[in-house]
């Protein structure tokens, strides 16, 4: 059963996070007043924010994600930052409300509003657009966005996101063991309360399985001698943390000399490959690629931002096969990067690939 989850306000301090290749997506996707699109991997909503100040007066965004804590936590302060053309929202007010702005009372003006507000309501059926509303948000999975779409009555919409990178907060402070640069509890799951932790995975997936998932979403070529160690290890002590893991994968390529050179590259593998067992990353690609391309109408558009050649390769193949068909044409030849300065200014757009596909007017 699909629910669609109101928010409530909460003022987050330093949380610098930066949207990547921004400039790119909108130049795109370029959105009109009036507008409807969706935002696939909603994260701090930075994309959407852009989308919505150039979608207005009446245009809305419906927003997805996975992870509960995105929805409950976004407050809505990008919309106090004017674009550079002058084109902002009501820059008045950083309130976000979860149902209708306070009515005034004596002595206390109303609250301003920018136009921009979580969804007011726990199930479709109630009020999916009320007035005043534009943005919509959606606890849930992409791979689901057809079913999520029609719920909320996004319909030949103009313009799709995805956006693949991870939020920083699941980096910085999810506690959830996404990084191997903390000591943390290995869940990795962006959804909290669903699906096996990579703590399970670790501790009961067969050496054979685990060689798989190293080499085929870690592209790691020392598969093989990291799965050992592990299930050498575990005979004795469950592995619990990120930071046991670690040290499982160091000793176990202790004999090399030149590990000191990779080690880095060789641990990020192996927690991507993890992530991607514990989520269902690649699939998830797949199904939401194909629901998209149903609700997209014609003339519309996808954007689809990878950020390792596994999820690239997918958005690449499933760009070609539309072409192919004769129902597709693809807007990007090659995929689009980030500028030098956009790395200097975030060093996490380094390996952002954008891919651009635009629906044949033609096309069902």
């Known amino acids: ?24 997506v909108i130049e795109f996707l370029d959105p009109k007043p009036d507008e409807t699109f969706i935002d696939a991997t909603f994260g701090d909503g930075g994309h959407s924010t852009e989308i919505l100040k150039r979608n207005a007066p009446n245009g809305k965004v419906l927003g997805i994600d996975l992870d509960q804590k995105a929805i409950e936590e976004f407050d809505g302060s990008y919309f106090t930052e004017a674009t550079q053309d002058g084109r902002g929202l009501d820059s008045r007010s950083i309130f976000i409300y979860a149902s209708e702005p306070p009515t005034a009372t004596a002595g206390t003006p109303r609250q301003n509003r920018s136009g921009v507000e979580p969804l007011p309501f726990t199930s479709v059926q109630d009020k999916p657009f009320m007035e005043g509303k534009r943005l919509f948000l959606f606890q849930g999975n992409f791979a689901q966005i057809g079913e999520i779409a029609r719920s909320a009555h996004f319909n030949n919409v103009n313009g799709i996101l995805f956006d693949l990178g991870f939020r920083t907060f699941h980096i910085e402070d999810s506690g959830r063991g996404f990084s191997f640069q903390k000591d943390e509890p290995l869940d990795m799951r962006y959804d909290a309360s669903f699906g096996k932790t990579a703590e399970e995975i670790i501790n009961s997936y067969s050496e054979t399985e685990l060689e798989r998932i190293f080499k085929e979403y870690g592209e790691e070529r020392n598969y093989k001698r990291i799965a050992r160690a592990i299930a050498e290890i575990r005979r004795k002590n469950r592995i619990r943390t990120s930071g046991e893991l670690v040290e499982i994968i160091d000793a176990a390529n ?10 880095i590259k060789t641990l ?24 998209a391309w149903d609700v997209i109408k014609p003339g519309g558009k996808i954007a689809i931002i990878s950020f390792h050649s596994l999820e690239d390769r997918i958005a690449k193949n499933f760009f070609a096969d539309k072409k192919k068909a004769g129902v597709g044409e693809i807007l990007t030849k090659k995929p689009v990067t980030a500028s030098e300065e956009e790395i200097r200014d ?18 069902q």
């Open 1 to 24: 059963m699909l629910n669609f989850v109101a928010t409530r306000y909460t003022r987050r301090q330093n949380m610098a996070h930066k949207p990547v290749l921004l400039k790119e």
């Open 254 to 263: 202790m004999s090399d000399m030149s590990y000191r050179s990779y080690r």
């Open 268 to 291: 990020a593998r192996i927690f991507q490959a993890l992530r991607i067992e514990v989520n269902g990353e690649l699939e998830n690609i797949k199904s939401g690629l194909n629901g």
């Open 346 to 363: 975030n060093s996490k757009s380094r390996s952002a690939k954008l891919r651009v596909i635009k629906k044949s007017a033609t096309s």
